[in-house]
């Protein structure tokens, strides 16, 4: 008896750490609450219960089984946690892997960090900051200072998020820098169109994972957490036009 | 020719997003695509005469059937396929005019920018959420003839 009850236990450990490590990583909360009763359904548990929200989860094994709450306070966007959790739990419910492996495997995944290193994401945002110019038809001769409003803002970005923990400053802080540097730049002479400069550098800081989460959260019915995600996608997108209004206003 | 310009820097730019959303390694490639198909539609349409709601709605709509169809074939959440697409066609000009316009005291200017902006952002999330609907109508009617054919099979045998 004290055995199954020690068994439950860990069955619960390793179902609240793959749904911690899917909402952690920016995953749809229908899909975390999906995902976490298929694991406990093929564990012989069909009566589990979970309620989820961006900022916890509440998940009982039955009636008569524990329940447990897990408290969230930080998200990330991070699509490749998402997908490797997925494949876990996909492997656990066809009972190709056993619950102590998929505990492992998740201990692992939550412990490994598997973004690219920083300057290789700089890179990126720099030029996916300068392709947005062309898309947005502006001219090429702005394309330099785009690439370095971009690769500065996102640095910024990446930069404020290790310093402190509040999110909206670190976003206010990177779209302050892409106004100074659009500003200073046109004001040396190096840029001609400071709206496309601008506009084209702040993509990278955009809340896209937050939108369509907010929505498909919304439509699958989980209104609060499609509400919170919808309000925290707005705090973003205003975060991004105060810095940029502070620079405009000048 | 410009068309092409376009399909290649939108597959750039959304390729460069993958890395930033940190996507599996493996799927940068078909996240680019996923843009660029969704950004080339956006583009023709709009060049076309097309308002911009409208084909910001069938592009979103586009990059949702495109990325369900990538879930399904790599097993993984359409979510990885989809986010890295749609930025392309959020309203990014539209949010900063009104914003400009607000910051230059020109209140009535910024809020007609705002609501296109706001208009922009439903249509791209309406697009979506239809695709979602109709790729699941569409699968459940191919499993529902699926599972009729192996009746009658089965009757016939």
Known sequence: MILKEQDNEFTLDCLLLAGRIMIESGAETYRVEDTMLRMARSQNMPDAQCYATPTGIIFSLGKTQPTRITSISKRITDLQKISLVNSVSRRLTSHIITLEEAYDELKSIQKTNYFLPNHVQILAAALASGCFLILFKGIWSDLPITLVAGGLGFAMLLLMNHLTR????????????IGLVAYLAIGFGYGTQIDKIIISSVMPLVPGILITNAVRDLMAGHLMSGLSKGAEGFLTAFAIG?????ILSF | MDYIIQFVISFIATACFGII???PPKTFF??????????TVYYVLTEHGLDVVEASFLGAFVIAIVAHTYARRFKMPM????VAGIIPLVPGGMAYNAMRNVVEDDYLQGLQYGLKAFLITGAIVMGLV???????LVFRAK???????????KSKS
Request: overall charge positive.
């Open chain 2, 143 to 153: 499993h529902a003839s699926k599972e009729k054919i192996q009746m009658v099979k």
């Open chain 2, 30 to 39: 078909h996240c680019g695509l996923v843009g660029a198909i969704g950004w």
């Open chain 2, 21 to 23: 959303f940190n996507v």
């Open chain 2, 130 to 136: 239809f695709a979602e609907v109709f790729v699941q």
């Open chain 1, 242 to 246: 105060a810095g940029i209004a502070v």
């Open chain 1, 166 to 177: 509040v999110k909206f400053f670190s976003e206010f802080t990177a779209s302050l820098t």
């Open chain 2, 79 to 82: 979510l990885i396929f989809s």
